[in-house]
C-alpha cells in the first residue's frame, strides 16, 4: 500500500517540476517522506523535468529496423525529438533512441502512446525518456511511430547534416519482386515525399476539393467554360504526380516513373512511412 497521498505527489510536483512517475518513485524510495523524496529528486537530476513540458523540441533524430516476420519482414520507424542539435548528437540521446527503438520492436506498438507505455530494463519507454531528459537538461519528446510489413522491407536513413545523426527516415515494404528495387524506392521517397503510394489510396474528399480548388482557380483565371473540365483534369494529374509515388518522376531518371521503375522488374511497394525531424 502506497504510503503517500494524491496530494503529497502534487506538492512535490508544484515544488520540484519533476515528471509525476519519478515523484511517485521518490515518494515509494523516501518512505513517504517529502523532504526526502525531494533531495532524492536533486541526487537523481529528476528535478525540473514538467517545467520543460512548453519549450519546444523541434530537433532530434531518426531511427528505423527491419526484422523478420513469419511471412517476410516487418520495418519500424520512430522520431525522437530534442530541443537542440547539440543533443540530438549526444551519445546518450543517440543511446536511448536505440532503446525506444528495441520497444518498439518487440512490443509492437503502433504509436508513440502504447511505445511510450511499452517495457524497458528501467520500466518504460517514457520512464527512460524522463531519466534522459533529466539528465540531459532537456526536453525530450517521442514524437511517432511506424511500422510497415512485406515480402521485403527497405529501411533508409539520411543524415542532412555531417556530425549530426539521420533526421529523414524511411521505411518500404515490397513484395518479393519490388525488392531488387527497394533502396531506390526508398531513396526516392526521402527525397520526393509522397504522401500517397497508389491514386486508390488519396481520400476521396481531397479529391473532391482539389478538383473544387482547380476549378474555382481556372474560372478565376477567365478560362472559357467549354475548357474547363480538360483544365481541371490536367490539374487533378499534376496534383498526382506530384504526391502519388508511383505517378512521380523517379528521382534518379526523371525520364521515367516511379511505376515504370517497378514494371521492369515486375515488382509492387505495399507500404511505406517516412518522416522527417520537426516536420
Not at 126 to 148: C, F, G, N, Y
Not at 160 to 184: N, Q, W, Y
Not at 207 to 228: F, Q, T, W
Amino acid at each position: 500500500m502506497a504510503n503517500y497521498s494524491m496530494e503529497d505527489i502534487k506538492a512535490l510536483r508544484e515544488k520540484t517540476g519533476a515528471g509525476i512517475v519519478n515523484v511517485k518513485r521518490a515518494l515509494e524510495e523516501a518512505g513517504g517522506d517529502r523532504d526526502k523524496a525531494i533531495e532524492l529528486l536533486r541526487i537523481k537530476g529528476l528535478e525540473g523535468v514538467a517545467n520543460r513540458e512548453g519549450r519546444s523540441a523541434s530537433d532530434g533524430l531518426v531511427v528505423a529496423q527491419a526484422s523478420p516476420a513469419a511471412d517476410g519482414q516487418v520495418g519500424v520507424l520512430v522520431e525522437l525529438n530534442c530541443e537542440t542539435d547539440f543533443v540530438a548528437k549526444n551519445a546518450a540521446f543517440v543511446t536511448l533512441a536505440d532503446t525506444v527503438l528495441a520497444a518498439a520492436v518487440a512490443s509492437g506498438a503502433a504509436d508513440a502512446e502504447a511505445l511510450g507505455a511499452a517495457t524497458t530494463d528501467e520500466g518504460t519507454v517514457a520512464d527512460s525518456i524522463d531519466t534522459v531528459a533529466a539528465a540531459l537538461r532537456e526536453k525530450l519528446v517521442l514524437r511517432r511511430v511506424a511500422r510497415v510489413a512485406g515480402d521485403h522491407v527497405e529501411v533508409y536513413l539520411h543524415k542532412t547534416a555531417p556530425g549530426l545523426p539521420p533526421k529523414v527516415g524511411v521505411i518500404v515494404a515490397t513484395d518479393a519482386k519490388g525488392a531488387s528495387v527497394a533502396h531506390d524506392v526508398a531513396m526516392h521517397i526521402a527525397a520526393k515525399t509522397p504522401l500517397w503510394i497508389t491514386r486508390e489510396e488519396v481520400p476521396e474528399e481531397t479529391v473532391v476539393s482539389e478538383r473544387r480548388i482547380a476549378e474555382e482557380k481556372a474560372r478565376a483565371e477567365g478560362k472559357p467554360d467549354k475548357i474547363l473540365p480538360k483544365i481541371v483534369e490536367g490539374r487533378i494529374n499534376a496534383f498526382y504526380k506530384e504526391n502519388v509515388l508511383v505517378d512521380q518522376e523517379y528521382a534518379k531518371d526523371p525520364s521515367k516513373t516511379v511505376a515504370k521503375l517497378l514494371a521492369e522488374v515486375g515488382g509492387t511497394v505495399v507500404a511505406m512511412a517516412s518522416y522527417r525531424v520537426g516536420v
